[in-house]
């Protein structure tokens, strides 16, 4: 009788034509060669107005907005916190930020939260994503979001900001470039905030000197 070798056979070498991905090159978004890039991001900015765009990156530090986003959120928080740097998971989150100026404030920080995790979870290796959801999650009021069953969950989650005795409701879409060949193109997202309702693109249609 054969003797039964504990050994584990030996790995196939892999073909000559397999595919290895390289690692993308990361290239500050000022630089020459992301000229095309800030182009493309230029015109879906420009092509939202007047509803309000801007451009994050994976940790949502905001790196680029239209006059729209600016218009509204300079509305709610004064043109002195704009002209500081802005990142829009805190944004929405923090206490002393967006959340007084949202209506349905719990439902929207369970949404972003949830997002934030998610992405967290895909990237446990990211140190920087790891932290800043850490800090996201030490916020007042965040940790009682995840058992508050009086939050309905809904297809979309609606964004209603209420200021100067006015509301107005925003659906949030995100679009991202696609196949880039840079790592920080792949990880830029652009977030537009649609009108939710005939009244809130009237109001953004007016604070842009745009006709109904």
């Not at 095309?36 to 990156?57: F, I, Q, S």
């Not at 949030?172 to 997202?189: C, H, K, N, Y």
Request: glycine share 4%; net charge negative.
């Amino acid at each position: 009788m054969n003797a039964v070798s504990n050994s584990a056979p030996a790995a196939s070498p892999p073909p000559d034509d397999a595919f290895v991905p390289r690692p993308l090159p990361r290239s500050d978004l000022s630089a020459p060669e992301m000229g095309e890039a800030r182009r493309a991001l230029t015109l879906l900015l420009t092509r939202a107005e007047p509803w309000p765009a801007v451009v994050v990156d994976r940790l949502w530090n905001v790196v680029a907005a239209n006059d729209a986003a600016r218009r509204l959120y300079g509305l709610m928080l004064g043109e002195a916190r704009l002209a500081r740097p802005l990142n829009h998971m805190k944004m929405y989150l923090a206490p002393d930020e967006l959340k007084r100026f949202v209506v349905n404030w719990p439902a929207v920080a369970r949404s972003l939260l949830e997002r934030a995790r998610a992405r967290a979870l895909a990237a446990p290796e990211d140190d920087a994503l790891q932290a800043l959801v850490a800090e996201l999650a030490g916020y007042p009021d965040i940790a009682a979001l995840a058992d508050d069953d009086r939050i309905p969950p809904g297809a979309l989650c609606e964004i209603r900001f209420a200021s100067q005795n006015r509301e107005i409701g925003l659906i949030s879409t995100s679009a991202a470039f696609v196949a880039p060949l840079d790592e920080t193109l792949r990880e830029l997202r652009i977030e537009t905030f649609l009108p939710s309702d005939d009244e809130s693109d009237d109001i953004l249609r007016a604070m842009a000197g745009w006709s109904a």
